[in-house]
């Protein structure tokens, strides 16, 4: 394909050309799993998967993830076992009530946070899926 051949003259070394129809297979594998395992009221929210691609399912996807995501793999949500989202929740809800800290009394490094928030609208719903969990609002 043309854009195969012209990409590399374009792209940077931490950077890399994957062919739609190969990153569309794996994705619509990954999706077709998970609805596979949904809950049966089929009302499951993206929070239920696990914190990476399983390997098995989609090979490009987990190639890509280990390389740009720094193979962060927890085995503990490896089974879809769905994480303390409440805990999750509660933490971020803290962190966005939290009044903001004046420049002049930061006492950690601004160019590497242990956490930041970004508020976003986000539709509760898209496609088969739920984004957000059925309780919050």
Request: aromatic fraction near 8%; proline fraction near 7%.
């Amino acid at each position: 394909m043309l854009h195969g051949r012209c990409a590399p003259l374009f792209l940077r070394s931490d950077q890399e050309f994957i062919e739609g129809v190969h990153l569309k297979s794996d994705l619509r594998a990954l999706n077709e799993y998970f609805l596979e395992r949904r809950g049966t009221a089929g009302d499951r929210d993206v929070w239920s998967f696990p914190d990476y691609p399983p390997e098995s399912v989609a090979p490009l996807v987990s190639r890509l993830w280990n390389k740009y995501m720094g193979e962060r793999r927890d085995e503990r949500h490896a089974d879809g076992v769905p994480r303390d989202r409440g805990k999750v929740i509660d933490e971020v809800d803290r962190m966005h009530r939290a009044p903001a800290i004046p420049l002049d009394r930061v006492e950690f490094d601004l160019t590497n946070p242990d956490a930041i928030t970004l508020e976003r609208r986000v539709r509760r719903g898209k496609g088969s899926w739920l984004q957000l969990p059925k309780d919050v609002r």
